[in-house]
């Protein structure tokens, strides 16, 4: 158990529509990353929260928006869903931010399934 | 462009052998790679690290060896154990910049 939770487990909805996923990262990890695994992939890197401000961006459609609250918790907005966005959506958190890239810990992922 | 490269989608690998997996990047700014393992219907879990300024780094079964000129990394299992059997994840970042670029993953399967 990496300490980091993701909910939901697994999400099926449809076309057009908009969900949100939900990270809490392990207890005093003030980093958290998204990430995203389509079918025989790898994991593509999304955005980064450190301490409640945005950090950095990977290639995050304009479609899907995050942030991180006061307790340091995160949310992944997707809207206008499409086929192609059915995915495994990853959670990591970190402790440290800057210097030296620290070992991010992985949630067990939610499965969207766009119909 | 896939800066992480894992060319081996599987490997299989007799209980008690090495294993030996392998990853490329083309990035020459990454100096912090890292391996993950993932087991199914759970988020990889990680294995080990190296930084730049080293060339090894042993922890236990798992070595991961870092060939600068090359651009290569490899990760050594030795020996292998079925509980080993998993997707294997290689990742690369650089000073300053957490993200993580992730290659594809190799299958690993060890056999009894």
């Known amino acids: 158990d990496s300490g980091v939770t993701q909910t939901p487990k697994h999400l099926i909805t449809a076309t057009g529509q908009r969900v949100t996923l939900r990270c809490s990262p392990r207890s005093g990890d003030l980093s958290v990353y998204w990430y995203q695994q389509s079918l025989d992939q790898g994991l593509q890197f999304l955005i980064q929260?450190?301490?409640?401000?945005?950090?950095a961006k990977g290639n995050i459609l304009e479609r899907f928006s995050a942030q991180q609250f006061p307790d340091l918790h995160s949310e992944l907005n997707l809207s206008s869903l499409e086929l192609g966005d059915s995915a495994l959506y990853f959670c990591a958190s970190s402790a440290e931010q800057g210097a030296l890239a620290d070992t991010q810990y992985f949630g067990p992922g939610t499965r969207l399934t766009v119909l | 462009d896939q800066q992480v490269k894992q060319n081996s989608p599987s490997l299989s690998v007799q209980e008690g052998r090495i294993s030996i997996l392998n990853c490329d990047y083309t990035?020459?700014?990454?100096?912090?790679f890292l391996w993950y393992k993932k087991y199914p219907a759970e988020g990889p879990t990680f294995l080990i690290s190296i930084s730049s300024i080293k060339d090894k780094n042993e922890d236990g079964r798992f070595t991961v060896f870092l060939n600068k000129s090359a651009k290569h990394l490899s990760l050594h299992i030795v020996p292998s154990q079925p509980g080993d059997s998993a997707v294997y994840f290689c990742?690369?970042?650089?000073?300053?910049?957490?993200?993580?670029?992730f290659g594809t993953g190799t299958r690993l399967t060890i056999i009894p």
């Open positions: 929260y450190y301490n409640g401000e945005e950090r």
């Open positions: 990035n020459s700014m990454f100096d912090y």
């Open positions: 990742a690369a970042s650089n000073f300053g910049n957490e993200k993580l670029t």
